[in-house]
């Protein structure tokens, strides 16, 4: 269709993957054959399953880090590794988890399930989606380039000056760390607008926002916290690039910069940060759970508040991480206020599930067990954080094992075991096949087990008084049999983490083929094929209640449960012109104008290539590279923006 | 997952497993110089037989000698540590902290007195010089002083070691004399 | 096979216990008024915690074991047919946190003012010099010529609050010994200021616990706390003459000290004035060296001037090219300095 017709009224139609509409639609939406489809694909569930894929890779190598570091710290005065070898191994491990698997594992399960969740066709930035995910490939890459060579970065994930100025490490490994991360923000930074976007712009017909699940309200808070955190420490990496190599001296207290400026951008940053990473997975665990517990999460509306708070009280909080650094007592004591306040909360969250389980009937699933021993896990970590918020129990407790142990239980507790979890249960819909549950429930058990062993004696080993980032430690202080522990515990865990790899690989081979919704689940996505077909839906499906499928197991009486008041699946916008989506008002999701959208395109692809071209030009001291690919980024942007006739939009004529 | 997928999956999990192997290999970085007990430096008595002065007569061992590289140029490790010392040792009080001169003569520019040669600059940094160049030699182990010359080195006036022929002797005054020596030489 | 699963849980369960006797960095027991109240504060919180995780977890076991009604049978059927209730769960039990999380923040107020200043104005004040990776301190005198400087291991007199003023050489450090006070960071281009008070007598162990460098592992500090009297003694001691070497091997090896040593350590009296490394001026005073890595005896007083780096990695103290006598001098030299 070369006319315009953007402001057409949609048709109302029935329809199903069978129909003649859906031939159409797979013609419209599906990717070019071939590795080059594969390269310019923008199809939001293929980028998702690469993000999955991706940082599940990198959790394969920080794992190995961690196991390579807890080889060398089983028993006192080893000599395993090297001490530059070890400071390296340390930061590289922080690195790939934090940064490489903790936020874009998330990403990734949001950006295949938003749409299909939300009752769309695809993310509201197709191509800018695929830009997020070549972005953090190459940086992932970029990251690990020069630890290859033996000159990885080796300041610790926050990287304090003046250690990490010129004179103190003079080599490249702080510049990759530096460089590397500004690209790796444009990433996190183009993803979250894409997900605000497609929140406040592409959900189905009466998915007012009220109703959407509990994933999407993490993701999008995650969203929000980091397009305001990101800048924080690009700018911070970027300054301390400047003062390595341009000559400037932000950090340089000698040239009367303030080496504490370092601190407070950083943890700016970094503290919002480990809110998004785990939101969204709070999201997996309150939209898995009520389908295992057989009834609807309990408290809705206060878990969304809760999500939102936390990440806005996560804004107040950043000093904590400074509590040792001789700042006034007073400020300190505002900080440690708002972190015990920022408990409350999370707490709405833990005793709303709580109480979904208790009044409702669990279904013993693998995904169930993740996401019931996780609640154990959340508080467990969240109370070792309740005892370093207290600013003179933290002069004790900062830079031990204490935190090491809570910084686990909340990561892999409150991030991993729902992600886990979240691949137990959308893998089925993703892959078309069943993951064994024997083997599910073996893997969920010993990394359950070897999780608890190996993390919960770093308590102890805190109290003992052991610092971290310490390659090794004397004979006689106490610390050798706790380490001994904590060690066989990581290996169990690492056990535990590979059963679940090869439950991975076995199921995809073997697994028992899927319906398209196992679970009896209530969401969007479950009504689609398993896999879903690459236009999702046949219809936009018009919603009228948080928990569409079940409607018909609802009560009568509830408003949602008319018949007038249904939600459809079957019925819908037909929107079979080309590529398109329907784009709907903020608050209560009414129609507003349909829009059209880009199909494959190598641009992102492109323009990954040449933003991390520019940043190896500045590594490599070569501004002629950086120069020209400076000029590539301009030009590819050029190509991307370039007008099509097919994404004509113009603005809906409201009457 | 398709077909290509898996296949860059399986070569990304390949890269995933070589990475932390490789990464163990001597590792550099920060302000360590752990790597050193490896480094081979030049022979005391090698350095040593570097004559001063007029090479006329001079046995054929020489050419061999001027030739001796510094085991640390280019290494920044090394040229950090370099400058640790210059101002630990206080070279500073008398060669600036920017190594321009003050008391002592200019190390950045391309008049070297006695030698602008990385093993010249050894020699003096070891031997002392006339005129209130201290011997380094009992303060300083070998390893320390070579450091120093990538040091100095850094600083862009040194002679390359490929240019030993150029450097058989010190540079009277008057010869090789930087361009802004030269301006203030007029009588 | 049962016997021996009971005796491994005993074993680990007993393990933690038996590492309680011989922990000198840990802080359950604590002997200052600058940290004792922390440590009931962190034992009180620790025990909030504990029960927290008790009662969650039988809340959680509970609801996943607790008997249900038979006729929920049907896998079709939902368990609760409405999007609502169970909303006293949030309600009482946010309630209750946030209850608990008052009183806790309330107490926590109290003992930071508590610990935030020193019971009387200290008498005493030590100023430390954090360097990678040993402790410059110097005790500042009434007079100039009762000022000394000294490394890597304090004396304090027990019972008063002494205040020490932490500025660093190079990077980013903290300055921690945990049975008396918390930790406090030692940032370049500020002065800060911690006080504590021991009121034990005994040798306490510290660390650095801010990452500065390879040997940030190796970075211990040692507190000896003393009564008044053999505090002044120390205090004497450290002021008093250096002793002047007697035997021919030991001025042999004060002279190889002058030529090797003196351009970065300094004895006091003697003509070395090196600022670069640790002061030596009574070294043999000090239980230990390499900031408290080695115990301070003849033999490995030797091995660290062979060989620095092949004990301490990294270090910035070069290896000296030494003979066998000249080292042998040096030692002997080295241990005359009472």
Wanted: charged share 10%; aromatic share 12%; net charge neutral.
């Amino acid at each position: 269709m070369t006319t315009v017709e953007s402001d057409r009224a949609p048709i109302i139609a029935t329809a199903n993957d069978q129909s003649m509409s859906s031939a159409a639609l797979l013609r419209s939406w599906e990717a070019k054959p071939g590795i080059g489809g594969w390269l310019s694909t923008v199809d939001h569930k293929q980028i998702g399953i690469r993000y999955v894929v991706t940082a599940f890779l990198f959790l394969i190598v920080g794992g190995l880090e961690a196991l390579t570091m807890r080889l060398q710290l089983a028993r006192p005065n080893q000599t395993l590794l090297t001490p530059e070898q070890y400071s390296q191994i340390f930061t590289m491990h922080g690195i790939t988890m934090i940064f490489l698997y903790a936020l874009p594992v998330l990403s990734g399960f949001s950006n295949y399930l938003w749409p299909l969740l939300l009752g769309s066709r695809d993310m509201a930035f197709p191509r800018l989606n695929a830009l997020s995910y070549w972005v953090y490939l190459f940086a992932g890459i970029f990251l690990y380039s020069s630890f290859v060579f033996g000159k990885g970065p080796d300041n610790g994930w926050f990287n304090y000056v003046p250690y990490a100025s010129l004179t103190y490490s003079p080599g490249p490994n702080i510049d990759v760390y530096a460089l590397g991360m500004v690209l790796y923000g444009i990433s996190t930074t183009v993803g979250s607008i894409n997900f605000i976007v497609t929140l406040v712009h592409t959900r189905a017909p009466g998915m007012s926002i009220n109703r959407v699940p509990i994933l999407v309200w993490g993701t999008l808070t995650a969203s929000v916290g980091n397009l305001l955190a990101v800048p924080a420490v690009s700018l911070a990496f970027f300054m301390l690039w400047m003062d390595r190599q341009v000559g400037t001296h932000f950090f340089d207290s000698s040239a009367g910069g303030q080496p504490m400026l370092w601190q407070h951008l950083f943890w700016m940053f970094g503290h919002p940060w480990v809110y998004a990473i785990v939101l969204p997975a709070m999201g997996i665990v309150s939209d898995g759970l009520p389908t295992f517990c057989r009834r609807p999460l309990v408290g809705y509306t206060a878990v969304a508040l809760a999500t939102v708070t936390t990440m806005v009280l996560g804004f107040g909080v950043w000093v904590h991480h400074m509590f040792a650094s001789g700042l006034p007592i007073l400020s300190l004591s505002f900080f440690g206020a708002a972190s015990m306040a920022i408990v409350v909360p999370s707490s709405v969250a833990v005793f709303a599930w709580l109480a979904t389980i208790w009044t409702g009937r669990p279904v013993f699933t693998t995904a169930f067990l993740y996401f019931a021993g996780f609640i154990l896990l959340f508080v467990i970590g969240g109370v070792s954080g309740f005892m370093t918020a207290a600013v003179p129990v933290d002069w004790q407790l900062t830079r031990t094992y204490f935190v090491v142990a809570h910084l686990h239980y909340v990561i892999i507790g409150i991030n991993v075991f729902p992600v886990i979890g979240g691949v137990y249960y959308w893998f089925p819909k993703v892959t078309g096949r069943l993951m064994k549950e024997g083997l599910g429930k073996w893997s969920f058990w010993v990394m359950f087990l070897g999780f608890n062993v190996a993390f919960f004696p770093m308590h102890i080993l805190g109290f003992l008084g052991m610092p971290r980032q310490i390659y090794t430690y004397s004979d006689g202080l106490g610390w050798g049999t706790p380490n001994l522990i904590v060690t066989i515990g990581a290996f169990v865990f690492g056990g535990g983490i590979l059963l679940f790899f090869i439950n991975v690989i076995l199921s995809l081979k073997h697994g028992a083929p899927s319906p398209p919704n196992p679970w009896d689940a209530a969401s969007l996505e479950w009504s689609t094929a398993s896999p879903p077909p690459v236009y999702n839906f046949a219809v936009i499906p018009i919603v009228a209640s948080r928990y569409p499928l079940w409607e018909d197991k609802m009560n009568e009486d509830d408003g949602a449960s008319h018949d007038s008041n249904r939600s459809s699946v079957a019925a819908g916008m037909l929107l079979d012109q080309g590529r398109e989506t329907i784009g709907t008002t903020l608050l209560d999701a009414e129609p507003d104008v349909i829009l059209r959208m880009p199909g494959d395109s190598y641009s992102p692809l492109l323009a990954a290539l040449a933003m991390t071209a520019a940043f190896v030009g500045l590594l490599l001291h070569s501004y002629l590279v950086f120069g020209i690919a400076f000029l590539l980024t301009l030009l590819t942007s050029v190509l991307w923006l370039w007008p099509q006739l097919s994404l004509y939009q113009r603005e809906p004529s409201h009457e | 997952m398709d077909h290509c997928a898996a296949r860059a999956g399986m070569g990304m999990l390949a890269f995933a497993l070589l990475t932390p192997l490789s990464g163990c290999r001597a590792a550099q970085g920060g302000s360590s110089m752990t790597a050193q007990s490896t480094m081979n430096l030049p022979a005391e008595s090698a350095a040593g037989a570097v004559p001063l002065g007029q090479l006329a007569g001079a046995p054929a061992e020489t050419a061999t000698s001027l030739s001796i590289a510094n085991p640390y140029e280019h290494n920044p490790q090394a040229i950090q540590a370099g400058r640790q010392l210059y101002l630990q040792m206080n070279c500073a009080g008398c060669h600036a902290y920017n190594g321009k001169g003050n008391m002592g003569p200019d190390l950045t520019d391309t008049y070297w007195r006695y030698g602008g040669l990385p093993v010249q600059i050894y020699n003096t940094i070891h031997d002392g010089r006339p005129q209130g160049m201290p011997a380094w030699k009992r303060a300083l182990p070998p390893d320390e002083i070579w450091k120093l010359v990538a040091y100095i080195q850094s600083l862009g006036g040194t002679v390359s070691v490929s240019n030993y022929e150029h450097a058989r002797q010190g540079d009277r005054p008057g010869d090789l004399i930087a361009p802004e020596a030269q301006a203030e030489a007029q009588p | 096979m049962r016997p021996r699963i009971a005796m491994l849980c005993c074993g680990l369960l007993a393990a933690p216990a038996a590492t309680w006797a011989e922990t000198p960095m840990s802080y359950q027991r604590t002997f200052g008024p600058a940290v004792d109240p922390v440590t009931r504060l962190a034992w009180g919180l620790g025990t909030v915690s504990l029960v927290v995780i008790v009662v969650i977890g039988v809340l959680l076991l509970g609801s996943l074991l607790r008997r249900r009604d038979a006729a929920d049978g049907d896998s079709g059927q939902l368990a609760v047919r409405h999007d609502g209730g169970g909303m006293a769960w949030i309600y009482v039990g946010s309630g209750i946190s946030l209850v608990v999380l008052t009183g806790c923040m309330v107490w926590t107020l109290i003992v930071t003012a508590a610990v935030a200043r020193p019971p009387s104005p200290p008498l005493l004040t030590v100023q430390v010099t954090a360097s990678q990776w040993w402790w410059g301190l110097r005790y500042q005198g009434a007079q100039p010529d009762r000022t000394f400087t000294t490394a890597n291991e304090i004396h304090i007199p027990v019972g008063q609050p002494i205040r020490f003023e932490l500025a660093s050489a190079d990077v980013v450090h903290s300055f921690w010994i945990p049975q008396l006070a918390g930790k406090m960071d030692v940032i370049p281009g500020q002065t800060n200021v911690l006080w504590l008070q021991a009121n034990k007598p005994g040798t306490y162990r510290g660390q650095c616990a801010a990452y500065c460098g390879v040997q940030h592992a190796h970075m211990a500090i040692f507190l000896v706390a003393e009564s008044a009297q053999d505090f002044a003694a120390w205090q004497n001691h450290q002021l008093a003459e250096t002793p002047m070497p007697v035997s021919d091997s030991d001025r042999r090896g004060e002279e190889v000290f002058q030529g090797h040593c003196a351009v970065c350590h300094t004895i006091r009296g003697t003509g070395s004035a090196g600022h670069v490394g640790p002061d030596l001026t009574h070294l043999m005073t000090r239980g230990t060296i390499a900031a408290g890595l080695l115990p301070n005896t003849p033999g490995t007083l030797a091995a660290w001037i062979a060989n620095p780096g092949s004990l301490k990695p990294g270090t910035h103290m070069p290896a000296q090219v030494l003979s066998g006598s000249e080292l042998k001098a040096v030692t002997s030299y080295l241990t005359t300095l009472n």
